[in-house]
């Protein structure tokens, strides 16, 4: 990798100065002056007018009659009654159907009901009255009708009657055309399991390109260029003729970023670099041939924030639309959650309904968690100068997914097992969303105690009694009502390399400086169920290198494992399988899930059990491996107060 | 065209009854079982997942510094402080960029700020935290995490995760793929000037396959089908087995729904044949090898409605999803609405937001009038057994348009001219949407008694004083605010054939017989001046051929006499120049604009009055001809109370 001058300072610019400066720095060069193009019909689906359209014919072009009967003079059948029918010859009337020409020889419709034919005659009983069920010309058009203004969306009915209107063409909002270029040596175009250390896959165009699409744009990226000031220069020149915003991918480290602003500044000018939100902070606003230029961090939350804030707003109005609403959700915050002062900080969370609210729960803050924004069901902001939230604390949140799935979501804080996602697949299908936050077993337990989740799983180990949960549901929650239900009973032990090289196979191993051992969190039940072991073993944790290094799941342990990050964890079989690591069994224990039914109702309660007891449950924890299913389903115990 | 048999009687199935038939059948064949197919990752955006999604590696890969710094062991730097920093010599130390590998002699990383490189060496004054500032192998994900389960729909944050995770495909919903047969030998592929009475532009398919797209639906089309059984069966025997859905666009006349029912039954079995809604009854619904097959009326009103009824849920269910709520607001009705009794009637409304409220517009019910669709602001339901709805009686209204649009929207109720469309184009630009209904001079007065509309165009000639206008307004609206402003002047005369071919040159030449008038509805001010014009030279209405047969607009009397429809009628120069006819000045007038302010506001009326007033308007108005501009944007009286 090349190195650069390393640049530490960057602005830090307030989120609405840096709008306000990219906004006015655009509107002064003309931008947002709504550009048209002529579109076949039959594509303008989703379009925005630029002009108005007029219809180009009348239509129908004819008389036409309106019913299935006959044409006829009206004037001819004046004299008809019950009593004294009139018998029209053959010459008189003409059959016609729904749609039909009535040539100007006729002048009124009878419908096919009322008329009676005798002898090839037709007979009426009652007179029609001039032009009834007769349909004019231009009826439903006429030639030079306004159909609809400019700045109107194109919908199916706009393009049945830009057909009938004789349209071939339609003058349309062209839509902004994005430029998409990733920078960095580091990149790959696709993911495999032989990638190099530092190797990174790159995910960000394809994100970005997505949003492009959702907000009407069209996207196009460039290949990935590496960390080459001459070749980003070459890319920026190929694009920039062709787009109306060039998004730059600039990585995650700071040389790179440096780059980008100065081959920016040497094309246009940079307006802004770096912005006062977290993430984020590095970005790049510019202008290059009066059209935007934004460089975006690396990391895919970083990247993603970046351009909502800023491509969004600009890729609607370039359209002449303005952004759709987001809804928003009053939620209390299920914990405290800090911020440092100067900057606006975005926070994704998971919602859940609790009682009669919602509740916010935030996810892994992390820069490089780009799967926060998988889970995430909106996002809040702490505005700078505000030290963060209590818990407890109300706060608005912007939604990210629609208000009818979170009012169907059940959450579980937790200990988690790879269960709970075969559990949640099955009760997606009964349209219920679980959503799992690892928090371990303890977590769990005390968000039981607030009341803030529906269920907790949990594998408590009591060290006095050998059971399992229940002495610790008896100890904080007692005075609440809640039921503890199995869901699987589980092998817990040692996962270790596959083969297991360094030759581990009972706990006194990890007592050897050389093997590095990888820990759960504290109050994890597997962290319990460690240090139990240990404790009977007579092993003290400070002998064990990695006893102080922790992740928060099995899997991640594991995948420490594969990874060779570390030698040896404590860990459910299942993770051990699906990494294909190897596994020494310590232990068996009940992995139980902990419910409150007065949060989380009757309904959703059956809705549960019934999927724990389901053949597509059961098969599935058999399958994987390492679950005994005996007590699963099986209500272990009670608590009614 | 080919004559069949006619088959009067069809069902009448109440529409609840018709989609629980329907519903039933589908289920009872398995139809709702969800199929997946598997698609590169790149290519699902909106799609929905068919099975839950596991990455295939874990991010990172490697132990990654999450900072720009060095990597160092953090043992080695236990003991610096500021009195006594600890200097680490070159093969100590690694220099990271964030994102880069810290390989495994290293266990930490100082941020680059609080590194000091001193000769080579690099001088810290505080000790490092072991796993400070690393991020751990799948900290964001882990080989075999779950990342979403199936039956959710994936955007972009979706599909940078996947590729993160290694995924080159992705097990999705299939999206069902609708086949659209128009039949009809009157259908056109293409509107022109030069099409025969009788012919019919095809649009209902392009409407329907919008309709498909917005619902995530794959929609082709076959090629028109004459009106030929064989033909018929033909094209469904091809399209049947590519289909998971088969539309039959069945035209308009009672012969030819026969006919599809009668290969509907040959292939598979015909469920219901005629419908109790109004539009929309004589729809087919049935089944062929377990799928559906809709056959919709020919008139588009009907067409969309049967399918927004069938077509849709239909189509959201068979992805797994639910169709999206509609918002609905609660509308007082302008005007009586009476219905009969047997039907579900459907009747599309335009809203605009009267004082507290909205009002409701009801639009033309034709069933041949497409534009009633492209208007539409909402649609609203008469149960059947209901008469229908009063006068300001409250009513639910399901909207077609965001509720934005309609919050921002002003009516004219009242006579029209095309420099209302003019204004339209500029007001939308200043996003505020007008909406006009065409109910005549006279009808705008009442409209503007009732408080129903914003502002009403009018041109009422008082036959004593020769004034326009201001008369009316004082006997109707004496005891209410109300300021009138001049829109335009116009010539109104006669409208005749290009190139006169009649020789009409007088009000006194439409009194022979053979000349077709055509009339505007009583109300009209153009009918006002017509029957002053007529009283001034003596000639009794009754002597005229066509004074009784009437049109409601301009371009619409213009339409017949372009059309040969007719052969005369009075109206403005406008019209006779939209659409190349010509025209015989008789009188000039004032056309103004009488507006409510109590219900317009303030706000409003500025925007309108600068619209009058802006270049863009006096331009347009200027070029079409026939309009003088002096008054243009005046105040020419007020009334307040």
């Known amino acids: 990798m090349i190195k650069m001058q390393r640049n530490i300072y960057i602005e830090n610019r307030p989120l609405e100065e840096a709008i306000r400066i990219f906004t006015d720095a655009l509107e002064a060069c003309g931008y947002f002056n709504l550009a048209g193009e002529r579109i076949p019909v039959r594509e303008t689906l989703g379009r925005v007018t630029s002009q108005p359209v007029y219809s180009h014919r009348s239509s129908p072009h004819y008389v036409a009659s309106a019913m299935d009967g006959i044409a006829v003079k009206a004037e001819a059948t004046a004299n008809a009654n019950e009593l004294h029918p009139i018998n029209l010859d053959p010459e008189e009337y003409l059959e016609v159907d729904t749609g039909d020409w009535v040539p100007s020889r006729f002048d009124a419709v009878v419908m096919i009901e009322e008329v009676n034919f005798i ?53 349309v909002i062209k839509a902004p055309r994005v430029a998409i270029i990733p920078t960095g040596t580091e990149l790959r175009e696709q993911a495999s399991n032989d990638m190099e250390p530092g190797e990174i896959v790159e995910s960000n165009s394809s994100m970005l390109a997505g949003l492009c699409r959702q907000w009407g744009a069209i996207p196009f990226r460039h290949d990935i260029v590496i960390d080459d000031v001459d070749l980003l220069r070459q890319a920026v020149a190929e694009v920039k003729d062709q787009a109306d915003m060039i998004v730059i991918c600039s990585g995650s480290s700071a040389g790179r970023e440096d780059y980008s602003s100065s081959i920016v500044a040497e094309f246009g000018e940079v307006l802004v670099h770096g912005i006062a939100t977290r993430p984020g902070k590095p970005a790049i606003l510019g202008i290059i041939d009066n059209k935007p230029v934004i460089g975006v961090p690396g990391y895919p939350i970083s990247a993603q924030l970046i351009f909502n804030l800023f491509a969004r707003p600009i890729i609607y109005r370039k359209q002449g639309l303005e952004p759709p609403e987001t809804e928003s959700l009053i939620c209390s915050m299920s914990r405290k959650l800090a911020s440092s002062g100067g900057v606006d900080e975005f926070v994704y969370v998971n919602i859940a309904p609790i009682k009669d609210g919602y509740t916010a729960h935030p996810l892994n803050r992390g820069a490089g968690i780009s799967t926060s924004l998988v889970k995430a069901d909106g996002v809040l902001v702490i505005p700078r100068g505000n030290e963060g939230l209590q818990t407890g604390e109300k706060c608005r949140v912007e939604l990210r997914r629609p208000r009818k799935v979170i009012d169907r979501t059940i959450i579980s804080i937790g200990s988690h097992d790879i269960c709970l996602d075969f559990l949640a697949d099955i009760l997606q299908k009964q349209d ?32 006095e009694t ?27 032990g040692l996962i270790v390399s596959s ?37 009977n073993s007579h092993i003290k944790p400070e002998t064990i290198n990695g006893y102080t290094r922790e992740e928060y799941t099995h899997l991640a342990v594991a995948a420490a494992v594969k990874n060779n990050a570390a030698d040896a964890a404590l860990g459910i079989f299942a993770a051990a399988q699906a990494l294909d690591l190897d596994f020494i069994p310590l232990a068996e224990e009940r992995y139980d899930l902990a419910i409150l039914p007065d949060v989380m109702g009757e309904k959703n309660i059956d809705i549960l059990l019934s999927a724990i007891s389901s053949e597509a449950f059961q098969e599935r924890a058999k399958a994987f491996g390492g679950y005994s299913l005996e007590l699963s389903g099986q209500i272990i115990s009670e608590n009614t107060i």
Chains 1, 2 share one sequence.
């Open 499 to 535: 083969g297991n090289p360094l030759e581990i196979t009972t706990l006194f191993d990890l007592q050897q400086p050389a093997i590095r051992y990888i820990n759960r969190q504290a109050g994890a039940g597997t962290r319990v169920l460690f240090d139990f072991l240990l404790s």
């Open 432 to 463: 219920l969303r679980l959503v799992s936050a690892n928090v371990g077993s303890m977590g769990g337990i005390m968000a039981l105690r607030r009341g803030d989740t529906h269920f907790a799983g949990i594998h408590l180990l009591d060290q």
């Open 119 to 171: 002898d090839g005659k037709a007979q009426l009983i009652k007179p029609a009255v001039p032009w009834q069920h007769v349909r004019s010309v231009g009826e439903d058009l006429v030639a030079r009708d306004l159909l609809i203004t400019s700045l109107v969306p194109i919908g199916p009915y706009e393009i049945a009657s830009f057909i009938t209107a004789a349209l071939e063409y339609v003058d």
């Open 466 to 492: 050998g059971e399992y949960n229940i002495s610790y549901l008896n100890r904080y929650l007692g005075d609440r009502n809640w039921l503890l239900v199995n869901l699987v009973k589980r092998q817990q």
